[in-house]
């Protein structure tokens, strides 16, 4: 079975030969020249070596392809000290953040002005490129990150303390910030939704934004249900009416709105991290809106046993996993988070090595036990 379909029917509960793998963000480029036996910067396609180091691996599924900075491009991508320096500088205080929202276009304007054809043919070239770059060898979805959602991450723009006055103070403002949003992300979905089913393009989707920290979600239950979860909702809806499965990024504590996810159509989930408490046993019981169990990508710690443990360990971990989740497909194994350049390439190669073993049949369809 090549690795494409086994990703396929691993993500849509049909019997699979083996337990299915998902690629790592792997960050390290010598670890992916290592894993490649080719030379990461000296490459022109820098995803061929990425390609071929998954390859490699046996890995079968690719959520989202990041690949590694050089270093003066790492130390500015990740200088978050420099990054809310500048929102502060546009955003000196809340006042400005509610003028900033006031000119925003109105959900007509919004809709008058998207471009759904552009949006459907971009989605649809990222498929075919992608696909012409893996082969029958691994499924790469064309929507890491670019399905459309009404974003919560604004904190991002306008800083963490006027994001939250504004959350806690200007509710109206607030609604119109979540409201601007959602339609942008419902047109982008869309046409998403349209390019999936016209042109026979796996009906899987992956995004998320981060509503928690390791302790736990970022604002109340109850505001969150009250100004943010409906225009959510409403932006996944067309992804959700065609079929689409949608796979949610997680980061941090998110087992207080697992249910809510659940509820308005999520179908799986990624970046769980148990050491942050989210229980993969406990995903393993929850149910989508479809009755069945959630579509799980996991759950390898990856700040803990993959750069701290023996192979041993590792390989441990691995058989955790694949007992805890069960031998039915719905399930793709893979690292909890981002692999760092700290963890032992031999860790990496005794988590999918094993997977490989430990995971081979009888992985039964949803619901058949041997």
Not at 37 to 61: H, M, T
Not at 170 to 182: E, N, V
Not at 208 to 226: F, V
Not at 252 to 268: E, F, K, N, S
Request: proline share 5%; glycine share 8%.
């Amino acid at each position: 079975m090549k690795g494409r379909e086994r990703a396929l029917r691993a993500l849509s509960f049909q019997p699979v030969d083996r337990v299915a793998l998902f690629a790592g963000e792997i960050e390290s480029s010598q670890t992916l020249s290592m894993l490649s036996g080719q030379d990461y910067w000296k490459s022109p396609d820098q995803r061929k070596v990425a390609i071929e180091a998954f390859r490699n691996l046996g890995i079968d599924f690719i959520f989202i392809l990041t690949l590694p900075f050089s270093p003066d491009e790492e130390l500015r991508a990740w200088d978050v000290k420099a990054m809310f320096r500048y929102a502060k500088q546009r955003y000196p205080d809340v006042e400005s953040v509610l003028r900033r929202i006031g000119s925003l276009p109105s959900p007509e304007q919004v809709r008058k002005t998207f471009d759904s054809e552009a949006a459907y043919h971009i989605h649809l070239a990222r498929a075919r490129e992608q696909d012409r770059l893996t082969g029958d060898d691994i499924l790469w979805l064309a929507s890491g990150f670019e399905a459309g959602l009404c974003e919560f991450a604004w904190y991002l723009e306008f800083g963490y303390e006027n994001f939250f006055m504004l959350l806690g103070a200007h509710k109206d403002a607030a609604h119109k910030l979540f409201r601007y949003s959602a339609e942008t992300g419902r047109l982008q979905n869309e046409a998403i939704a349209a390019a999936i089913l016209e042109n026979d393009l796996p009906p899987f989707v992956y995004d998320g934004s981060d509503l928690c920290y390791n302790s736990g979600l970022m604002a109340s239950p109850k505001l969150l249900d009250e100004i943010y979860f409906p225009w959510l909702a409403y932006s996944l809806e067309p992804l959700v009416r065609a079929g689409i499965n949608i796979i949610w990024h997680c980061d941090g504590d998110v087992t207080p709105i697992i249910d809510r996810m659940l509820a308005m159509g999520v179908a799986g989930f990624q970046g769980f991290q148990e050491d942050a408490g989210v229980r993969l046993d406990k995903l393993v019981r929850a149910r989508t809106i479809r009755g069945r169990r959630p579509i799980l990508l996991g759950s390898v710690q990856a700040r803990s046993v993959l750069p701290f443990g023996t192979v041993d360990d590792v390989k441990q971990e691995v058989e955790r996993c694949i007992n805890v989740v069960g031998r039915e497909s719905g399930f793709v194994l893979g690292p909890s988070a981002v692999i760092q350049p700290e963890i032992p390439i031999e860790n990496i190669q005794a988590m999918y090595g094993h997977a490989k073993e430990y995971g081979r049949i009888p992985i039964t369809p949803w619901g058949v036990k041997l």
